[in-house]
């Protein structure tokens, strides 16, 4: 009796798994799309993150006056009519510094039909100096505009007044505007400007002290205002429609969205998805198994592995591509500390990063060398270059040139320095959370034990890297940044002024690169900034403070029904927004 | 009659290995790890008197666990490589999986059982120290007061002042020491009825028992995760064992469990309270009557720690948190190999090697069992 | 299961223990997180982009300084520190790596007047470096400079400052004398009585306790929410998977351990089956089990899809819990049938059931009224100290099947420094510990009879 039950139980629970296996397309309903995001979205405000995948989200909720194109990279007027009229100012307290003019479509519209304005932006901006809103990372990017005046006749005018010359400001003030009808909609900021809320006297004095203020920013930071359906409100294309806590995303389309009436000019306002489902999946392999079972249409920054399976077995349902990320890998070198205060060394250590074989065998191939911090599609990345390969005999060579020989016959050179022999070894920090850079290392200390050299990876959290990092106590690092579309900025990274407490923490530069990079940041033709930028390249490679690895492929995967699909290298690569269902399948 | 004597108990020893063919195989495959698996795959067969080597021989398995070669990915079991035969194929970094699983077991078999060792010694002495003195540790003197706050004034104090500038942030772990310590004393001394209901003190007796168990209750409830990564993220892991002391600190709590309560069985047995009345001293009873009697079932507990110290560690490292990623780990293996469903063989053998240790350790309990009962 | 003992007053006893204990393991737990290195405001305010344009570096300093100090981070740990007594301008240096420096060598020499020296020389060589014309020189002098401060050997920093003065007295005219230190013997002890240093009720860890008792369990540090909303889905998640593991667990163990433990020699299959459950890990399990049916194909069981528990239907509950519920069905069931069948045949032999037989009582009635209720005691504490593990996360399985339940949470949380959210997590944990235990207790003194004589009062 007990066995019959037993059988009949496990037969009943084989049976119910056969007949749930349902067609998969029954659960793709006609325009909506499932986009695999690998981690939640913190907060749906464009000011208080800084989160990559809130970013994906925000960039169909919270449209920013300025955007590139995806298809053609170039920069143009998204709620803007075009890019901004760049003057200089020449009167008063800003006297010689840039204002830009802006101009916003007649057809932006907010959530519920009122048109986005200039008041909106100075809004925006207010928000943004206010101390006690939650972005702080913004607030410094943004430091320079000082007020926005919006024209009394026409409030879709407005120009944006700066303290400065910086020639990525431009770019820059093309943010994003928030409804100040619902947002405050009892006009608390109206009673002051921008300069007044920047101004942290007058701050303390008089907004600090104010308890309706107060209780209005902390509802700005609540989750009310960044996470809610009901409390979020944009000029996008879609609406946050639900958000399931650790779950899923829904954005629908809003009725009558402004830009359909604008998408025959222009495709940027491209939005034909009714529904976009943003699934929140980490593990590469339920991925997969969500890609098999077709319950997810777009995915980004797949596994190498499963991107090369995806390729071979899942080929008739999924197309793939490959653009250039704009990130690159680098090992950083510290410059200011011996040995690698020499440049020979560095160059022998760069010699010995088997590029090929951490492309091979960690990228799945999908990867370019790079020769500076410059993405490789532009015109001023220097092509003359060319990445450092693999070459143990030469570095055998630099390393003996600079007096490094093995003298005690342990394996590793050794020479003496401050009058005692240093034995050439290095710590080589890696974050613990990359499996990809301590992978990278483990192959980079094969080779330079063959020249003598000892390399120790340690992995520890990366957090913790990082303030090893901000006090300048390593030898070397790997860690991945970002490239810019727009023009690239270097100051930061490569000046020497940066190097104390600064983003130079290779300790980088003398005078030729300081005033090339400052050349480079002062208002001049682009040709003369072109050849700037060459120049600083072949600095960067023949000083080689960091060994620059590749620049990554995202490996993006669309499925097949979506015949419109197309990738670029603007972050995140896809678009599901303009992904239109062409050739049903199944 | 001399020889047939001697001759006698071999035949048991190696009938012992026939019975336990897992300890067999797992004795073989750490003895013979260092001939198989070496740097460079050459081993050297005969050395000059200069040390210079004479003669090479390519070593069965010709692969450093670490090594990637870029043509050989996903290679199955039993394939041709450049060097040698790839036993057990190798992995999506081209690394062989023979030469890392070996370095795999030899790394769980010596890091479980020093986290066992610790773990049993820490265990057994606070365990034991619960149920020997359970509440009869007279501290209603006040010189015994005195001593008590002395020394562990004093002892903290000297650890402080050797690791205050290695770890500054252990300096607000000892001065959280001295409050708690002087909280106790000024509680001790102001609330010692109330103190009394909360069954810590009995009759003017420190409750040592009670306060061992809230202590490993304590320890429990902490999730070892927690203590794991913040002990991982203030000291770097340059040697396996290091993961092993780690393992063993986090993992006391069964040991100390079992010891009690079996110490605290044993002394209520007549002969003990016997030997006690005869005036034995406390040391001589524990090692001379104590300890014999509850060795078999140490065995029992030991043998399990140590199977629960192997899971522990593949899991850790299967989570990525465990072992570092120079080292080989079976955990970390598994975890790699569940991008990879065509080769089965990237799962399987870590999978195995898990099982084959923790039967092993698993079913030497049982028999120690089976012999105490 | 001391925590109580049967009584009156034992009610009270337990609340005072408990929130004895938690608090102490709050403690702890506060301990170890401010001991962790990494900031985790900064990780989730942002780091700046580095190739980003920052007016001044200092400005992003000092917003992360604000919210230090609106976390309370900028306070001092604890209600007191404990500080080694040394010169007095050591302690107003403004930076802490000097002051660490010369700590070292005034616990070396403790010679006041050498220090002052001392500090005055690496100041000025500090100043006379940055006014070198060579960038290349400057930068690695000062970079040399530096790395003297951070040397915690007395011997090998006095090396180091020879060769930098050394260095610097090449290329400049102005020559600098190194120090030759002298040990002062006079006052040996004195110095390294320690000093108490009161830092009033604005710490850290005052703030903490104070939130904690009065009900301000704080927001998540990640994204702001409310963390009930983020425990209870979590919650929901565990629970679906772990109660219809355990029940499978209980009806398959029962029947299979009473099986075994009547009839020891036909129950070897299921003996074994379950020695190599105990011997296999879930993740193992789990791991291998998805190798297997990704390869062959024909189960789609195991993709997880995320949708709140309230909307998974009962088809949706087969399809995609199966085999999460079944690995974890493995290890219980192996755990109650080994106990439950060893139990058993403990209790099978027992005098009063061999009775039973004789007198003719049916096979059935003795198996069901005499032996199993009888063998189901050890059982029922077993369960207890199984019950919060399965719920405090069966980690292993929700990491396989990316399934967003309480120990993925806690895992995320811990890695993520989510502070907030970790020490509430913990202390439900401790709560369903100490809840369970407590029924443990309860029920073994209720159905157990033999409770009693295993009672053994304080005898020694």
């Not at chain 1, 009796?1 to 056969?18: E, V």
């Not at chain 2, 699983?101 to 820490?122: E, H, K």
């Not at chain 3, 009161?198 to 369990?217: E, I, S």
């Not at chain 3, 509950?317 to 999460?324: A, I, M, N």
Request: proline fraction near 5%; aromatic fraction near 14%.
């Amino acid at each position: 009796m007990r066995r019959i039950s037993a059988i009949l139980f496990l037969t009943l629970l084989l049976s119910l798994n056969y007949s749930c296996r349902h067609s998969p397309s029954s659960e793709v309903t006609q325009g909506q799309i499932t986009v695999n995001l690998k981690s939640a979205p913190d907060k749906l405000n464009p000011y208080m993150t800084t989160n990559a995948y809130a970013s994906i989200v925000n960039r169909l909720l919270h449209p920013s006056l300025l955007e590139f194109h995806p298809k053609t990279l170039e920069l143009q007027g998204y709620l803007a009519t075009s890019l901004p009229g760049q003057q200089l100012i020449d009167t008063g307290r800003l006297n010689g510094n840039y204002a830009f003019n802006y101009e916003i479509r007649q057809e932006a519209r907010w959530d519920d039909g009122t048109p986005v304005t200039g008041k909106d932006y100075a809004f925006a901006i207010k928000c943004l100096y206010f101390q006690d809103i939650d972005a702080p990372v913004w607030r410094s990017y943004l430091s320079f505009i000082e007020q926005v005046q919006v024209d009394a006749q026409n409030p879709k005018k407005f120009s944006v007044l700066t303290n400065t010359t910086y020639f990525k400001a431009r770019e820059m003030t093309g943010v994003y505007p928030l409804p100040a009808h619902l947002y405050d909609p009892n006009g608390l900021l109206d009673n002051y400007s921008i300069e007044e809320i920047k101004n942290p006297e007058f701050y303390a004095k008089n907004v600090k002290p104010n308890n309706v203020l107060m209780a209005w920013a902390e509802e700005m930071n609540s989750p009310l205002r960044t996470r809610r359906p009901e409390g979020l409100h944009g000029c996008g294309p879609y609406r946050l429609a639900d958000w399931t806590s650790d779950g899923r995303i829904i954005l629908k389309k809003k009725d009558n969205w402004w830009g359909d009436a604008l998408y025959e000019k222009n495709d940027l306002f491209a939005a034909f998805p009714q529904e976009i489902v943003y699934e929140i999946t980490e593990d590469p392999n339920t991925i997969y198994n969500q890609m098999s079972e077709e319950l997810v249409d777009v995915v980004s920054n797949l596994d190498p592995a499963l991107f090369d399976r995806t390729q071979n077995e899942l080929k008739d349902e999924f197309q793939t591509f490959t653009p250039l990320s704009t990130q690159y890998y680098y090992f950083s070198f510290n410059m200011l500390k011996a040995p690698l205060d020499d440049v020979r060394v560095r160059k022998a250590l760069s010699q010995l990063v088997d590029r090929d074989k951490i492309i091979a065998l960690l990228f799945g191939d999908q990867a370019q060398k790079i020769v500076g911090p410059i993405l490789p599609t532009k015109p001023y990345y220097n092509k003359d270059l060319k990445p450092y390969a693999m070459n143990v005999d030469a570095a055998i060579s630099l390393l003996e040139e600079a007096g490094w020989k093995d003298t005690n016959g342990n394996g590793i050179r050794d020479k003496k320095l401050y009058g005692e022999n240093v034995e050439l070894s290095l710590d080589l920090l890696v974050a613990s959370e990359s499996s990809v850079f301590q992978d990278a290392a483990a192959i980079w200390r094969e080779s330079a034990e063959k020249a003598g050299v000892d390399l120790q990876p340690v992995a520890m959290e990366f957090s913790a890297m990082r303030q090893k990092l901000k006090n300048r106590d390593f030898d070397i690092f790997g860690l991945a940044a970002g490239l810019e579309l727009g023009l690239d900025d270097l100051y930061q990274q490569w000046h020497t002024n940066n190097i104390e407490t600064g983003g130079n923490r290779a300790g980088f530069g003398n005078e030729e690169s300081d005033a090339l990079i400052e050349k480079i940041r002062s208002d001049i033709s682009q040709k003369e900034r072109n050849e700037a930028y060459l120049a600083i390249q072949e600095i960067l490679h023949k000083q080689q403070p960091f060994a620059f690895l590749c620049t990554p492929k995202s490996r993006i995967v669309v499925h097949r029904r979506y015949g419109n699909a197309f990738s670029s290298s603007k972050y995140p690569g896809f678009f599901e927004h303009h992904y239109r269902i062409t050739n049903e399948l199944n | 009659m001399k020889a047939e004597q001697t001759y006698q108990p071999n035949i048991k020893r190696v009938g012992i290995l026939w019975k336990y063919p897992e300890w067999l195989i797992i004795a073989l495959l750490l003895i013979f790890q260092a001939f198989l698996v070496g740097p460079g795959g050459i081993m050297c067969v005969e050395k000059s008197e200069e040390g210079q080597c004479v003669e090479e021989m390519t070593r069965p398995i010709a692969y450093d666990p670490g090594e990637m070669i870029t043509g050989e990915k996903l290679k199955a079991p039993l394939t041709e490589g450049p060097k040698g035969r790839h036993w057990m194929g190798t992995d999506h970094l081209g690394r062989d999986v023979a030469a890392g699983w070996l370095r795999g077991l030899y790394y769980s078999f010596t890091l479980s059982l020093i986290a066992g060792i610790i773990a049993i010694l820490v265990g057994l002495m606070i365990g034991g120290l619960a149920a020997y003195y359970g509440n009869r540790f007279p501290i209603n003197h006040w010189s015994a007061e005195c001593i008590i706050v002395a020394l562990a004034i004093l002892i903290s104090f000297v650890v402080y002042h050797q690791l205050r500038f290695w770890l500054p942030g252990l300096g607000a772990l000892i001065s959280f020491l001295f409050f708690g310590l002087f909280l106790s004393f000024i509680l001790w001394r102001l609330g010692s009825k109330a103190l009394k209901r909360t069954g810590l003190i009995a009759e003017g007796r420190l409750n040592l028992d009670q306060m061992v168990m809230t202590g490993v209750e304590l320890f429990e409830s902490i999730p070892a995760l927690l203590i794991m990564l913040t002990i991982l993220s203030m000291i770097q892991i340059a040697f396996y064992w290091q993961v092993g002391i780690l393992l063993g600190i986090i993992g006391w709590t069964t040991a100390a469990r079992f010891a009690r309560s079996e110490g605290s069985k044993l002394l209520y047995k007549k002969y003990i309270r016997d030997l006690q009345r005869l005036g034995l001293s406390d040391l001589k009873i524990l090692w001379k009557y104590i300890l014999p009697s509850i060795l078999p079932s140490l065995g029992v507990v030991f043998s399990y720690s140590i199977a629960a110290f192997i899971l522990a560690e593949s899991f850790l490292s299967f989570l990525g948190i465990g072992l570092p990623g120079e080292f080989s780990s079976w955990g970390r293996m598994l975890n790699d190999a569940r991008r990879f469903p065509q080769s089965w063989w990237l799962g399987l053998f870590p999978v195995l090697g898990i099982f084959l240790l923790v039967w092993a350790y698993h079913r030497l309990a049982r028999q120690l069992e089976k012999k105490s009962t | 299961m001391n925590s109580i003992k049967a009584g009156t007053g034992s009610t009270w006893r337990l609340i005072v223990f408990t929130l004895f204990k938690l608090w102490l393991a709050g403690s702890i737990c506060f301990i170890l997180s401010r001991s962790t290195p990494g900031d985790p405001l900064e990780q989730y305010l942002g780091y700046p982009a580095e190739n980003r344009y920052i007016a001044e570096n200092a400005q992003w300093e000092q917003e992360l300084q604000k919210y230090r100090a609106a976390y309370h981070l900028d306070r001092p740990l604890f209600y007191f520190s404990i500080q080694f007594r040394y010169p007095d301008f050591i302690a107003q240096l403004p930076s802490d790596k000097i002051q660490h420096h010369l700590r070292h060598f005034f616990y070396s020499y403790r010679n006041e007047a050498q220090l002052k020296a001392y500090y005055n020389q690496l100041l000025q060589l500090k100043k006379h470096i940055s006014g070198l014309d060579n960038r290349s020189t400057r930068n690695i002098l000062e970079s040399k400079w530096s790395d003297i401060l951070k040397s915690h050997d007395v011997e090998s920093s006095q090396q180091e400052m020879k060769a930098l003065i050394a260095q610097v007295n090449a290329r400049t005219e102005k020559k600098f004398n190194p120090i030759s230190w002298e040990k002062n013997t006079g006052s040996a002890w004195a110095y390294l009585w320690p000093q108490l240093q009161w830092h009033g009720f604005n710490n850290q860890y005052h703030h903490w306790m104070t939130d904690a008792l009065t009900g301000k369990w704080g927001k998540s540090l990640r994204d702001g929410e409310p963390i009930t909303s983020k425990i209870f889905p979590a919650l929901g998640w565990t629970l679906s998977i772990n109660l219809p593991a355990l029940l499978l667990a209980l009806f398959v163990g029962v029947f299979s351990g009473l099986r075994a433990g009547m009839r020891p020699h036909s129950g070897k299959f299921s003996r074994y089956l379950s020695l190599v459950f105990f011997a296999l890990p879930v993740y193992a399990l789990a791991t291998l089990l998805i190798l297997f049916f990704t390869k062959s194909g024909w189960l789609p069981v195991f993709s997880s899809v995320v949708r709140p528990p309230s909307e998974i239907t009962v088809l949706d509950f087969w399809r995609y819990f199966t085999l999460p519920v079944l690995c974890l069905t493995a290890g219980v069931w192996a755990f109650i049938h080994q106990q439950l069948s060893t139990q058993v045949e403990k209790t099978r032999k027992a005098p009063y059931v061999s009775a039973a037989y004789f007198r003719g009582v049916p096979d059935s009635v003795v198996k069901w009224k005499y032996i199993f209720p009888n063998s189901i005691f050890p059982l029922i504490t077993s369960l207890t100290i199984l019950l919060p593990g399965l719920l405090a996360g069966a980690l292993a399985v929700e990491f396989i099947f990316d399934i967003p339940g309480m120990g993925k949470l806690l895992y995320d949380s811990l890695l993520g420094k989510d502070w907030p959210v970790v020490f509430m997590l913990i202390f439900l944990n401790m709560g369903i510990i100490i809840l369970v235990n407590s029924l443990a207790d309860l029920l073994y003194l209720k159905y157990d009879p033999r409770r009693e004589q295993l009672q053994y009062k304080q005898v020694i």
